[in-house]
């Protein structure tokens, strides 16, 4: 691994249609916040803010 590369920054959610094609979203890099495969889709780019709370860990 090279040190001078810089890293690549997660996306934390995927819009709703991302996620169901099962595709990379890039809505966290657009200023917009509509990710490029809505955008040429022609559908609004919707962000699903709640997240799912997990439990304990079960033994």
């Known amino acids: 691994m090279d040190l001078s ?3 690549k920054r997660r996306i934390q959610n ?3 249609r991302c ?3 099962k595709v990379r979203c890039d809505s966290g ?3 917009n916040k509509i990710c490029s495969g809505c955008k040429n889709a022609g559908v609004d780019c ?3 803010s709640l997240r799912k709370r997990r439990g ?3 033994m």
Request: proline share 11%.
């Open 5 to 7: 590369e810089p890293k």
């Open 56 to 58: 304990p860990k079960r």
């Open 46 to 48: 919707i962000q699903n």
């Open 14 to 16: 995927a819009c709703l």
């Open 19 to 21: 996620r169901q094609k």
């Open 29 to 31: 890099s657009m200023l």
